[in-house]
């Protein structure tokens, strides 16, 4: 069965500095990854996702993740934090044949950021 | 493009009475999703659709939970006889068929049972 996992629950950074969130996924084959960011009451945005092709994709807000199959990893980074990036981070895993099958996501992490 | 859209946002109910939420995803979107997400977790999993064929309902908590998308197009979630331990944010969330797809979610409806 397909399971993530996220680490850490709660990852604290000062304004400016840079940011790794950590995910490792469990699947057979190659899995559909995705990155969501959740502010507080409301829905899920897509931060990124990858497919297939360069493990190392970009996506909105300046974050970008790079996927790494012999560690099971898709880490999200920022180089740079912005207070506005305080929220609640969800990787999640979906099969490869389809991108538009229910997802399995971690527990998520909450960033906190501080001036 | 109006984004997923769900009502109720919020929802207080007592124990023992039926809840029904709505969920409208993007019009071309013919996959639509249902998530719950308990406090300090993740979205998990609850059914889906392909325009109105429900492809899976295992997943379903309780056969007190139901879903239908008559149309094709919103969907509806039922819960009878509400538990405590219902309560939670759900989420509805649409995609296109097809392809190399991403799900698009709504704002949820916090459902809590008193």
């Known amino acids: 069965a397909q399971s993530v996992t996220q680490p850490d629950i709660h990852i604290t950074v000062s304004e400016g500095a840079s940011l790794e969130l950590r995910c490792n996924y469990s699947?057979?084959?190659?899995?559909?990854l995705f990155w969501y960011v959740q502010s507080p009451g409301q829905g899920l945005q897509l931060l990124l996702k990858?497919?297939?092709?360069?493990?190392l994709v970009q996506g909105i807000k300046g974050f970008e993740a790079e996927f790494k199959r012999s560690q099971s990893s898709f880490n999200l980074r920022k180089p740079s934090v912005h207070w506005s990036d305080a929220a609640e981070y969800f990787c999640?895993?979906?099969?490869?044949?389809?991108?538009?099958?229910?997802?399995?996501f971690g527990k998520g992490t909450r960033l906190s950021v501080i001036a | 493009d109006t984004g997923v859209s769900q009502n109720p946002r919020h929802k207080i109910t007592k124990r023992g009475q039926n809840v029904t939420f709505r969920c409208d995803p993007i019009?071309?979107?013919?996959?639509l999703y249902w998530y719950r997400q308990t406090l300090g977790q993740g979205p998990e999993f609850l059914t889906y659709?392909?325009?109105?064929?429900?492809?899976?309902k295992s997943r379903l908590l309780s056969d007190r939970f139901s879903a239908e998308r008559p149309k094709g197009s919103f969907s509806t979630l039922e819960i009878q006889r509400t538990e405590q331990g219902d309560s939670a944010m759900y989420l509805c969330?649409?995609?296109?068929?097809?392809?190399?797809?991403?799900?698009?979610f709504g704002p949820g409806t916090r459902l809590t049972v008193t």
């Open positions: 990858y497919f297939s092709g360069d493990t």
């Open positions: 969330a649409s995609s296109p068929s097809g392809g190399n797809h991403e799900q698009y």
């Open positions: 999640a895993v979906g099969p490869n044949y389809s991108g538009n099958t229910p997802l399995v």
């Open positions: 019009s071309e979107h013919n996959r």
């Open positions: 699947y057979g084959a190659t899995p559909y």
């Open positions: 659709f392909q325009n109105e064929a429900q492809l899976e």
